[in-house]
């Protein structure tokens, strides 16, 4: 199950700063999405081996000179919605203003889960005014200070009890999932219809995890997943999305809920810098991904454009190039089951194991001729590795890890998929010390 938690909160409570305390980053952005309102930022978080994906959203607020304003308003009330739980963040210096007082309002109307946080409590004196937002009757207050990280603790310990639990697969039966994502109108609701095709009897519609994505049994041709459609196959009744946003929000749940994304492209728009967030998210979920190349009909081209093409975006997708590129043309159903075919195959190469021994017997004497650099003065040497069942995660034992530069893993990781083949896989490899 995808876990999305949505800071929220009036402005310049410290959102932000605890984004990026509980992010790991030293800058607000981590991902910029672009879309018709500001800039909003979601990232990877952690704690006690509890991942989530953490949404940053712009400061509620009403009756502002803020041209944006109605935007970041429908931002916070998608973000409650398709959120998993919620911290909702205040100023314990300030105690609790009218603004506050509304988005509580919202939160209780929600019935989601929600922690609620007093921010800025740099002092334990501060730290007392904390009971005066028990009046929101959300349940219990954490004061901490997002700066500092004091309090944050206990309150990561109380919201990872808060995400559901992941109880496997979305479905009983166990199958690989397919997700198809990117940007809006490059052709992801066209696709899934052309795919499933009018013979609705030998597939099943089910209701997905989250609200606008749907999971459909498909099984044909040979083969047997569950398509993961982002496209907004079911409407809601009751919310004026900021739809940028809000399919930012469905993506990040089809990607965490899938095994492989099929990341569809406009060729007439070619790699936007969303296609590219997009792209980072599914890298930092290690899932596998293929990239296709949508209405491909439209494009004047001669013998030699798609090459040409496919050269241009590798160069923008580097350092992670190893990823199958499709052509297709949903309207003219062309090359369409070749995108099937392209995803199955990547979801062969993110389930492969290599057994310890075949590895070892092709990484140690590779090592031995090609080992890493000396640091100051002192050799490293790697006597032992092997992978982590489950996940392309390689894991490499050596006397000094600490010394092992990113140049290096990167040979190590190329040589791997020249022998084994994880082509569309993103390959982690961890160097740890030899006990």
Not at 87 to 100: H, R, S
Request: neutral net charge; glycine residues 6%.
């Amino acid at each position: 199950m995808a876990n999305i938690v949505a800071i929220v909160g009036r402005p310049n409570v410290g959102k932000s700063t605890l984004f990026n305390r509980l992010t790991e980053t030293r800058q607000a952005i981590v991902d910029e999405v672009a879309g018709v309102t500001r800039d909003r930022h979601y990232g990877k978080s952690e704690w006690n081996g509890v991942e989530f994906s953490l949404i940053d959203t712009g400061g509620y607020i009403k009756g502002s000179d803020d041209a944006f304003e109605s935007e970041i308003r429908k931002q916070v009330t998608v973000a409650i919605e398709e959120s998993s739980a919620l911290i909702f963040v205040v100023d314990i210096t300030d105690g609790i203003t009218d603004f506050d007082r509304e988005v509580a309002n919202i939160i209780r109307k929600s019935n989601k889960q929600v922690i609620v946080v007093a921010n800025k409590a740099d002092n334990h004196e501060l730290s007392n005014y904390a009971a005066e937002f028990y009046k929101f009757g959300l349940g219990e207050i954490y004061a901490i200070s997002a700066i500092s990280g004091a309090g944050t603790g206990d309150m990561l310990d109380a919201l990872i009890e808060l995400l559901p639990k992941d109880e496997g697969a979305i479905n009983q039966v166990q199958l690989p999932k397919i997700a198809i994502v990117g940007r809006p109108n490059v052709g992801k609701s066209s696709l899934t219809n052309a795919l499933l095709g009018e013979e609705r009897t030998i597939v099943t519609d089910i209701a997905g995890t989250t609200r606008d994505t749907i999971n459909t049994r498909y099984n044909k041709f040979g083969h047997d997943f569950w398509l993961i459609d982002t496209a907004g196959m079911r409407k809601k009744a009751k919310v004026h999305e900021d739809l940028e946003f809000y399919s930012v929000m469905r993506t990040i749940n089809a990607i965490e809920n899938s095994d492989v994304c099929l990341l569809m492209i406009d060729a007439q728009s070619g790699l936007e810098a969303q296609d590219l967030s997009i792209l980072s998210l599914i890298e930092k979920n290690r899932k596998g991904v293929a990239i296709i190349i949508n209405k491909w009909d439209l494009i004047e081209k001669d013998t030699k454009t798609a090459d040409q093409f496919e050269k241009a975006m590798r160069e923008k997708i580097a350092p992670f190039r190893d990823i199958p590129i499709i052509f297709i043309s949903v309207k003219d159903k062309q090359r369409i089951m070749k995108a099937v075919d392209v995803a199955m195959y990547v979801y062969q190469n993110k389930t492969k194991h290599i057994p310890t021994r075949q590895l070892n017997d092709f990484l140690l004497p590779l090592i031995e001729s090609h080992p890493p650099p000396s640091i100051k003065g002192k050799d490293i040497k790697i006597k032992y590795t092997t992978q982590l069942k489950g996940e392309a995660l390689f894991i490499l034992y050596c006397n000094l890890p600490q010394y092992v530069q990113e140049n290096y893993k990167r040979f190590i990781e190329n040589k791997i998929r020249e022998q084994f083949d994880f082509c569309g896989v993103p390959i982690v490899i961890s160097i740890r010390k030899k006990v």
